[in-house]
């Protein structure tokens, strides 16, 4: 596996801060925002929000391999595109920490096996619950699929709407950003681009 699949992941525990220096840094931001994180209603934010981003980027503590490492090879010759769109999912942009979410389309066209359809689900979660791009996000899922399972061809549409872009800066509600990677046979043909798009989309 290499860097762009994995990057990021697993720091290890020595380079991480303590749950109370973590504490710290959120006392610290909300009197950036303006507020007094000793009045009452403040008090147990900052050990909830440490809790809270464990959660939110645990996406750190898991490799693709740890996902895909099961597959299986009996599929009655079974050769076409699998699909599963729609995957929802929450994720934040790396430049404002600020939430992206929305959903995504991974297809891919097996060769020797497939692999269980929720772990193309655990997938999106696993790069989700990290700071990202959606650019980036979108490559290393493509690229954990190819390596995982070394398909035929892995076709990844991403479809998210930026927070940053919503709430803040150009407050733009509704803006809609699409990603996509395609591989292999995806990469070389039009005709199944088409096709991925078509059944993805509708
Ligand atoms: N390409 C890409 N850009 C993103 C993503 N998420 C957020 N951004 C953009 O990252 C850019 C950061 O731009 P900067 O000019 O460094 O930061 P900024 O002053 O906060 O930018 P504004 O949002 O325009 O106010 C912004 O244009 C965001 O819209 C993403 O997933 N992919
Ligand atoms: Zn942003």
């Known amino acids: 596996m290499d860097a762009v699949a994995n990057q990021g ?8 801060p303590t749950q109370e220096e973590a504490e ?8 950036w925002a303006g507020d007094d ?3 009452e209603g403040l008090l147990e934010t900052p050990n909830r929000v440490a809790k809270a981003y464990r959660e939110l980027f645990s996406g750190y503590e898991v490799v693709p391999e740890d996902v895909l490492s099961k597959t299986f090879s009996e599929v009655a010759g079974y050769k076409d595109m699998v699909l599963v769109r729609d995957i929802g999912f929450h994720s934040h942009c790396e430049h404002h920490m600020v ?3 929305g959903i995504a389309h ?5 060769d020797r096996c497939v692999v269980g359809l929720s772990k193309l689900a655990r997938l999106v979660e696993l790069y989700a619950r990290r700071l990202q791009t959606q ?21 990844v549409m991403i479809e998210a709407e930026h927070m940053c872009m919503a709430m803040r800066g150009i407050r733009k509600e509704g803006a ?3 990603t996509t990677v395609f591989t292999g046979q995806f990469d070389v043909s039009a005709e199944r ?4 798009m078509m059944l993805a989309r509708t």
């Open 9 to 16: 992941c697993r720091l290890s525990a020595a380079y991480r």
């Open 24 to 31: 710290e840094a959120v006392r610290t931001l909300l009197r």
């Open 37 to 39: 994180p000793n009045r």
């Open 99 to 101: 939430p992206f979410h």
């Open 106 to 110: 991974i297809a891919y066209i097996p």
């Open 135 to 155: 650019e980036t996000m979108t490559a290393q899922i493509a690229k954990a699929l190819d390596e995982c399972l070394r398909p035929q061809g892995v076709a």
């Open 176 to 178: 809609k950003t699409l």
């Open 193 to 196: 681009q088409a096709r991925f």
